[in-house]
């Protein structure tokens, strides 16, 4: 449940991906034209969950005809104990969508993601025929960011900056927004909170695989993002940063030289602390970053448009 406001409103934000105005009734572009950045989303978004998700938060998910779908939980043979990180331990359940066939293409999206502009040409990026057992696209996933800007003592002692993909890009900022640094780039390592997946039972079973070797998953530092990363190393398609813009990139002296506001099409508010953790009083968001301020510009607009329709509990402001 600690993630569902930011669930509500990425799924609003992927509806209405342009939070800073305010919803109207425009014309949509022609079905063969190129959706532009404020159109909204005109795939089917599903909330997988697993046991551990109670039923209140379902209801929550139904009143706003949110379709949800049940996942087995994937865990690893390591018992590995992610104290500093202790939201890594359910990290290992965003594999299970490598598993889930019914589906052609799923774009995988963590909940504390806010879209900010449409991101459908994601369903339409080449990747390999799910028969292709040497393909060097067999995923798509943007660069993590090495540089530890938070200085975490538990990071490995290469995460600096470097070490980080993004790094290379700061002599060609323009390039940054569209072209990405190469898989190997860097630690070489993804950050999976957008993931561009063709379902392979495959493709799985080198996952599960990997997850059976006690010893190879006990020396990961990041669960499945380094799972992915090391089992698939160089064959997987690197989307520029726009695409998973980590709200760390933003800060001065990270990589603020190749951010740009107005490319940004998701951010993502890394770490513990989200957004809805702050104690914000509408229409007051001094004290917030920039990143913040979008977020809670787009959550209020979320709770007043349910509200106008009828869905009044304490997630929509109402209860």
């Given at each position: 449940m600690s993630y569902l406001p930011g669930l509500l409103t990425l799924h609003h934000s992927l509806n209405h991906p342009?939070?800073?105005?305010?919803?109207?009734?425009?014309?949509?572009?022609?079905?063969?034209?190129?959706?532009?950045?404020?159109?909204?989303?005109?795939?089917?978004?599903?909330?997988?969950?697993?046991?551990?998700?109670?039923?209140?938060?379902?209801?929550?998910?139904?009143?706003?005809?949110?379709?949800?779908?049940?996942?087995?939980?994937?865990?690893?043979?390591?018992t590995r104990n992610y104290a500093q990180d202790p939201r890594f331990a359910e990290t290992w359940n965003k594999l299970v969508v490598f598993s889930l066939e019914q589906y052609e293409r799923i774009v995988l999206l963590d909940g504390d993601i806010l879209v900010r502009r449409n991101m459908d040409s994601l369903m339409e990026l080449p990747l390999d025929d799910e028969t292709d057992a040497e393909g060097s696209r067999v995923f798509a996933a943007a660069h993590a960011c090495a540089c530890n800007p938070m200085k975490k003592e538990h990071y490995p002692a290469n995460w600096i900056p470097s070490n980080c993909?993004?790094?290379?890009?700061?002599?060609?900022?323009?390039?940054?927004?569209?072209?990405?640094?190469?898989?190997?780039?860097?630690?070489?390592?993804?950050?999976?909170?957008?993931?561009?997946?063709?379902?392979?039972?495959?493709?799985?079973?080198?996952?599960?695989?990997?997850?059976?070797?006690?010893?190879?998953?006990?020396?990961?530092?990041?669960?499945?993002?380094?799972?992915?990363?090391?089992?698939?190393?160089?064959?997987?398609?690197?989307?520029p940063y726009v695409y998973n813009a980590l709200k760390t990139l933003r800060i001065a002296g990270v990589h603020d030289s190749i951010w740009r506001d107005s490319e940004v099409r998701a951010v993502h508010y890394i770490f513990a602390t989200k957004p809805w953790h702050e104690e914000v009083v509408e229409g007051d968001l001094s004290g917030l970053d920039e990143t913040g301020v979008w977020w809670w510009r787009a959550n209020w607009e979320r709770m007043r448009v349910e509200r106008g329709v009828g869905v009044l509990d304490e997630y929509s402001g109402s209860g």
């Open positions: 342009s939070p800073d105005q305010t919803i109207t009734n425009q014309p949509q572009p022609s079905p063969s034209s190129s959706p532009s950045p404020t159109q909204g989303t005109k795939y089917p978004f599903v909330a997988f969950y697993t046991s551990t998700f109670p039923a209140e938060g379902l209801k929550i998910l139904q009143s706003r005809n949110i379709a949800s779908q049940w996942v087995p939980s994937v865990t690893p043979a390591s993909a993004y790094t290379t890009q700061h002599s060609t900022p323009a390039d940054a927004q569209n072209i990405a640094p190469p898989p190997s780039s860097g630690v070489g390592m993804l950050n999976s909170g957008v993931l561009v997946v063709r379902p392979s039972a495959r493709v799985y079973d080198e996952i599960t695989a990997a997850l059976q070797e006690t010893a190879r998953i006990e020396r990961y530092d990041f669960p499945d993002q380094e799972l992915l990363s090391d089992v698939f190393a160089g064959r997987w398609v690197p989307l």
